[in-house]
Structure formats: structure tokens, C-alpha cells
């Protein structure tokens, strides 16, 4: 499975991205997709993840933050909404087939997309 990430950018406090992570080379629906977040200087993050019919997210982005997918696009969005200053990092999708209760830890997802930066000015 390749993952391709795209949506970053440079918002003002309070805007909204939709971040999406493209799959290629296989079907991946079935598969459990999380985005993980990487501010400067401070390790990787769990932000949200999907599977099936089951999402979590970080506490920190519960109730601004939607991830979803579309099955007939092979595609995770992860749409950002009211974005603070604090939610600027390098955001990557990830994917694997692991059970769901290992969804927020980063090691045990087998593929990864390239990061996409999002700025959030104050």
C-alpha cells in the first residue's frame, strides 16, 4: 500500500484544512488509517483514526477535528476545523491491518505517507 498525504497549508486562527491520504496498489477499506501529527522538536502524535464504522480521536482536536473515508476513493480526509496555533505540525497518514486497540500507537503501523505541513498563524 502507497499513501499519498496532500491538503496542508498556512491558515489563520480559527480556519479549517481538509487533509486527505490517498491509497494505491491495494485496497485498503478494511485496513485500520490513522493521521499522526509532528510539531518542530517534539515527537509524533496520535491525532485520529478509522475503522469501519469506529473513529478516535486525540483529545486535543475531539470535536474540531472529523476523519472519514471514502471507500470508492480509496481515500482518509481528515477535515480541521477552528485550528489553533498549537495544532501547526507535519501531519502524516498511516495504515495497517493491526487490531484496533494499538490505534494510537505509531509503531504498529506498517505504511506511511509523506508528511504535509499545516501553519497556523495567530
Known amino acids: 500500500v502507497q499513501l499519498q498525504a496532500s491538503g496542508g497549508g498556512l491558515v489563520h486562527t480559527g480556519g479549517s484544512l481538509r487533509l486527505s491520504c490517498a491509497a494505491s496498489?491495494?485496497?485498503?477499506?478494511?485496513?485500520?488509517t490513522g493521521w499522526f501529527r509532528q510539531a518542530p522538536g517534539k515527537e509524533r502524535r496520535f491525532v485520529a483514526a478509522?475503522?469501519?464504522?469506529?473513529?478516535d480521536y486525540a483529545d486535543s482536536v475531539k470535536g474540531r477535528f472529523i476523519i472519514s473515508r471514502d471507500n470508492a476513493k480509496n481515500t482518509v480526509y481528515l477535515e480541521m476545523n477552528n485550528l489553533k496555533p498549537e495544532d501547526t505540525a507535519v501531519y502524516s497518514c498511516?495504515?495497517?491491518?493491526?487490531?484496533?486497540?494499538?490505534?494510537?500507537?505509531?509503531?504498529?503501523?506498517?505504511?506511511w505517507g509523506q508528511g504535509t505541513l499545516v501553519t497556523v498563524s495567530s
Open positions: 478509522i475503522r469501519g464504522g469506529d473513529t
Open positions: 496498489g491495494r485496497t485498503f477499506s478494511s485496513y485500520l
Open positions: 498511516a495504515a495497517t491491518r493491526t487490531i484496533w486497540g494499538w490505534r494510537r500507537t505509531p509503531g504498529k503501523y506498517d505504511y
